[in-house]
Nanobody, 125 residues
Framework: QVQLIESGGGLVQSGGSLVLTCTAS???????MGWFRQSPGKEREFAAG????????RYADSVKDRFTISRNNAKNTVYLSMHSLTREDTAVYFC???????????????????WGQGTQVTVSS
């Protein structure tokens, strides 16, 4: 079992940047990690994911070229760097782990079996 704790959320102006951090504990880091987000009244959606080595990444079209996912396995930490934020990026962001996968980066909720509690990101105009 993996425990995930997110941090770094907050209020940012449109066009601004923010970095989210997810710290994992409970086992080694040789699995896929991802970030999902959920806006009020909407389904939780995939934003970005990466393989255990960081060599393989995957992004939702809505965040591609603006968000960057990365990890530091020595620190059991995954990051989501977000730039050029818009109000449409306002959501609760969840860190997730797919502990049965090392290289395949899925984009559906069912492929991830551990979740953090989420951190709120609010983008103001």
């Amino acid at each position: 079992q993996v425990q995930l704790i997110e941090s770094g959320g907050g209020l940012v102006q449109s066009g601004g940047s923010l970095v989210l951090t997810c710290t994992a504990s409970g086992r080694n880091s040789e699995y896929v990690m991802g970030w999902f987000r959920q806006s009020p009244g909407k389904e939780r959606e995939f934003a970005a994911g990466l393989s255990w080595s960081g060599a393989i990444t995957r992004y939702a079209d809505s965040v591609k070229d603006r968000f960057t996912i990365s990890r530091n396995n020595a620190k059991n930490t995954v990051y989501l760097s977000m730039h050029s934020l818009t109000r449409e990026d306002t959501a609760v962001y969840f860190c997730a782990a797919a502990t049965k996968s090392r290289n395949y980066v899925g984009n559906s909720r069912s492929e991830y079996n551990s979740w953090g509690q989420g951190t709120q990101v609010t983008v103001s105009s």
